[in-house]
């Protein structure tokens, strides 16, 4: 089978799509949504997200250098699309999608309280790199939703039933077909 030859692009998919919460100097709360986030470090935790600069939430995100990662789900899917597509210039999102907002614990960026696990971040350096600018930052604290714990407190995101975006798509995630370190485990189990 020929595999075709495309210009130089990022086809590193599916990705998470997460709404990312933040306060403006003013106390007026925001959310964005972005795929382009991820995990960066294990020790000291660390995760980036990319924003363009034209964005309304770049200026936010620069200026107070705090944000809220909220993993998205199905329940989720119409927000997440909202959020990404409408400007908190325009709109008050948490108010035009009925959405709760919660305080967080070590940042000024509120939480969203429909989302299964919040992640609380705090700027440790921008870099501009063309058309986004990365923001990395140290995970300050993280919030999981206690109805997906089970009794030997364990977490199942997978009950929340998480999202995943793909070329303008937004997916679930499906089936689980291995866990970690499965294909070296005598029995393959």
Partial sequence: MAKEIWKPGNMLYPLPAVMVSMADADGRYNIITIAWAGTVCTNPPMVSIS????????RILRETGEFVI??????????????????????????????TALPAGS???PM??????????RVRRITPLGSHHMFLADVVAVHADGKYMDEKHKFHLEQADPIVYSHGVYYTCGEAVGTFGYSVRKNGK
């Avoid at 924003?51 to 770049?58: A, K, L, N, T």
């Avoid at 993993?71 to 989720?76: E, I, V």
């Avoid at 969203?112 to 971040?121: D, H, L, T």
Wanted: hydrophobic content about 35%; some cysteine.
């Fill in 70 to 99: 909220n993993l998205t789900t199905k329940k989720l899917a119409f927000a997440t699309d909202y959020c990404g597509v409408k400007s908190g210039r325009d709109v008050d999102k948490f108010k035009e999608l009925g959405l």
């Fill in 51 to 58: 924003v363009r600069p034209e964005r309304h939430s770049f």
């Fill in 112 to 121: 969203i309280g429909e989302s299964p696990v919040n992640i609380e971040c």
């Fill in 107 to 109: 940042v000024r960026a």
